[in-house]
T-cell receptor
C-alpha cells in the first residue's frame, strides 16, 4: 500500500473551472509538498505545508493534519495549468519523501 | 532558492554502454542530493541519496554497481548507468532539499532510452 494516495488520477476540465485535487496519507508527517510536473518532465514545488492553508495566485493548498489529508485547488483554471500534480510527504520518523502517483490535469480551452 | 541543473535532458544509448547523468546545484552547496527514477504513470521512486565526500546510500533493490553515484563536490553529483539495458530506460531526476525538507528543487530530468 502506498503511503500517499491521490485522487483523481486523471482530470479534464474546461477553462475557467474550479479544480480540486486530493491527497491522503497514512503516516505522521513533518511537511507536505505539492509539486507540478510539466509535460517535458521538469518538476517545481508549488507549496510546502505543515499546517493550515497557503495561497499563491490562483492556487490554494490546504492541509488537515488530524485527518491526514491535503487538497490543492486551482481557481479559474487555464490550459497552461495542464500538468501532473504530485503530493509528497516527509514523515515525522524518516529521512526521505514519499510521493503520490500524481494527478494528470488537462484544461481544455 | 536553489537552482538545480541536470544534463543531458535526453539520451539514447546502445545496450551495453554506460551513460553519465550530471546534476548541478548552481547556487546552493548541497551536501546531499537525491536521485529518483520515474516510470510512466508512476510515482517518483527514490534510488539513492548522494552524499558529498562519501558513499551514496542506495534504496533496497537498487543495484549500486549498476547505478554508480559520485558526489565529489558540493555542487555536483553524477549518476552513471553502467552496462545499460532496455529495462533501464526511464526518466531519471535529481533533487536538492534545503532546510531538511522545507524547500524542494528538482533538475529538469533525463529521459534515458536504451536501444
Amino acid at each position: 500500500k502506498n503511503e500517499v494516495e491521490q485522487s483523481p488520477q486523471n482530470l479534464t476540465a474546461q477553462e475557467g473551472e474550479f479544480i480540486t485535487i486530493n491527497c491522503s496519507y497514512s503516516v505522521g508527517i513533518s511537511a507536505l509538498h505539492w509539486l507540478q510536473q510539466h509535460p517535458g518532465g521538469g518538476i517545481v514545488s508549488l507549496f510546502m505545508l505543515s499546517s493550515g492553508k497557503k495561497k499563491h495566485g490562483r492556487l490554494i493548498a490546504t492541509i488537515n493534519i488530524q485527518e491526514k489529508h491535503s487538497s490543492l485547488h486551482i481557481t479559474a483554471s487555464h490550459p497552461r495549468d495542464s500538468a501532473v500534480y504530485i503530493c509528497a510527504v516527509y514523515p515525522n520518523t524518516g529521512n526521505q519523501f514519499y510521493f503520490g502517483t500524481g494527478t494528470s490535469l488537462t484544461v481544455i480551452p | 532558492g536553489a537552482v538545480v541543473s541536470q544534463h543531458p535532458s535526453r539520451v539514447i544509448c546502445k545496450s551495453g554502454t554506460s551513460v553519465k547523468i550530471e546534476c548541478r546545484s548552481l547556487d546552493f552547496q548541497a551536501t546531499t542530493m537525491f536521485w529518483y527514477r520515474q516510470f510512466p504513470k508512476q510515482s517518483l521512486m527514490l534510488m539513492a541519496t548522494s552524499n558529498e565526500g562519501s558513499k551514496a546510500t542506495y534504496e533496497q533493490g537498487v543495484e549500486k554497481d549498476k547505478f554508480l553515484i559520485n558526489h565529489a563536490s558540493l555542487t555536483l553529483s553524477t549518476l552513471t548507468v553502467t552496462s545499460a539495458h532496455p529495462e533501464d530506460s526511464s526518466f531519471y531526476i535529481c533533487s536538492v532539499w534545503t532546510g531538511g525538507y522545507t524547500e524542494a528543487f528538482f533538475g529538469q530530468g533525463t529521459r534515458l532510452t536504451v536501444v
